[in-house]
């Protein structure tokens, strides 16, 4: 693959040919402030098959210990499977390279490709890092360590530059976009030329490492851990609900900005029974950065009786699904049974759940128009719901 792409640049800039069919790329900020998009896009239209496609993105390693990432192919019916390349070019960067050799259903040989911006990999940076930093899209002219280093698109039109219609001269374009730079570093070819687009301000999201509700003295104390605090953490919401669906804030804790990215928090709810006199209170907690993006903890109850099963019910009247949530003591087989307004079973469901809060979708579409008691049971306890099937 080197000596390929290097002959084809080669001889590409020796001719001096003017090839008006050509493929651009560049690096775009995702839906979140950790993720960031490649996107390629034509000089021209142009129809053909594009049977191999190579992308590579950076992050520098002065960002800490090397993140994790995720991807998604956002053209599955163009690039059916997408490969993970990784080898870092020792030039101060982690890289991570992309490989697709598999058409899809929609890629052919009469694809017609416009002279758009088409979005392909979406790519998402995972672990504890320093933020902001930037990432960017990179092309090494030898094609670096391991050879993936590179912007690489092949199609079928043989007659046109081998096939291959990577903008050698303008491989990248968009903010930040740099085409034939130097590059410094054990890249296989001191000084090579390098080209590269970026995107800055990549931040990792809070990840909460723990989250923990006990009962004391008739107080709720809970604690919980985070990974990957920084100066863009903004608070922490505490919620509670009374029926483990509606939340609401309760109260308010600031970031410790102590300089460490790892943190512990605690919060005390006092006399619960003023709460709610029975039954379990849920709560969770709301990270939410300065620029509004947020993460949620998973859920935690402290339970203010010794009943078995607390049953709640969402939405209520319901059109087609209605979403069960059955908070258990312990592991139980459960039935479910629907009766109509005169008392006629409609619906048995039987099913295995586990200890804490489980979820599940009864689907009611079928049902007529009217009043519905649903009965749960666990052998040990039954509970009764009413619920109102709309059309």
């Not at 020796?14 to 839906?31: F, P, S, Y």
């Not at 530059?161 to 990577?166: I, Q």
């Not at 004391?216 to 919620?239: C, F, H, M, P, V």
């Not at 339970?303 to 949530?325: C, H, I, M, Q, Y």
Request: glycine share 8%; hydrophobic share 40%; proline share 4%.
């Amino acid at each position: 693959m080197k000596n390929l792409v290097l002959l084809i640049v080669i001889s590409s800039l020796l001719c001096g040919k003017a090839i008006a069919q050509r493929v651009q790329g560049t690096l775009k900020a995702g839906a979140t402030s950790n993720e960031v998009i490649v996107a390629i896009r034509p000089t021209v239209a142009f129809t053909a098959l594009v049977s191999n496609i190579i992308v590579s993105v950076q992050v520098p390693t002065s960002v800490g210990p090397r993140p994790t990432i995720a991807f998604t192919n956002l053209q599955p019916n163009l690039f059916s499977t997408w490969v993970q390349l990784d080898a870092d070019q020792g030039d101060g960067f982690y890289t991570w390279a992309f490989n697709s050799t598999a058409p899809g259903a929609n890629n052919t040989p009469a694809t017609l490709w416009s002279a758009t911006e088409l979005d392909l990999l979406a790519i998402s940076f995972i672990g504890a890092t320093v933020p902001p930093f930037t990432a960017r899209l990179d092309h090494y002219l030898d094609g670096g360590v391991g050879g993936n280093a590179i912007f690489y698109v092949e199609t079928n039109l043989a007659a046109v530059n081998g096939g291959v219609l990577s903008d050698w001269g303008n491989l990248f374009y968009g903010t930040g976009a740099s085409n034939g730079a130097t590059a410094a570093g054990s890249i296989g070819v001191p000084n090579a030329l390098y080209s590269f687009t970026t995107v800055t301000n990549v931040t990792l999201p809070v990840k909460f490492l723990g989250f923990n509700v006990i009962k004391k003295d008739g107080n709720a104390l809970l604690s919980w851990q985070i990974e990957n605090e920084s100066a863009l953490t903004d608070r922490y919401e505490i919620e509670r609900s009374l029926n483990g669906m509606d939340f609401k804030k309760i109260n308010v804790l600031t970031p410790k900005k102590n300089g460490s990215s790892t943190n512990t928090y605690e919060y005390t709810e006092l006399n619960l029974a003023a709460i709610k006199p029975e039954g379990p209170i849920y709560y969770r907690i709301k990270q939410i950065d300065k620029d509004g993006q947020f993460a949620l903890s998973t859920i935690k109850n402290v339970r203010l009786d010794t009943r078995n099963l607390e049953v709640g019910v969402f939405p209520n009247p319901v059109k087609s699904n209605a979403t069960l949530f059955l908070d258990l003591v312990k592991d139980a087989r459960v039935t479910i049974t629907i009766n109509d307004a005169s008392g006629k079973q409609v619906q048995n469901v039987p099913m295995q759940l586990f200890k804490g809060v489980n979820k599940k979708d009864i689907n009611m579409s079928s049902l007529a128009a009217g009043s519905y008691l649903l009965k749960i049971s666990t052998g040990d306890e039954v509970k009764t719901v009413h619920v109102v099937k709309t059309n």
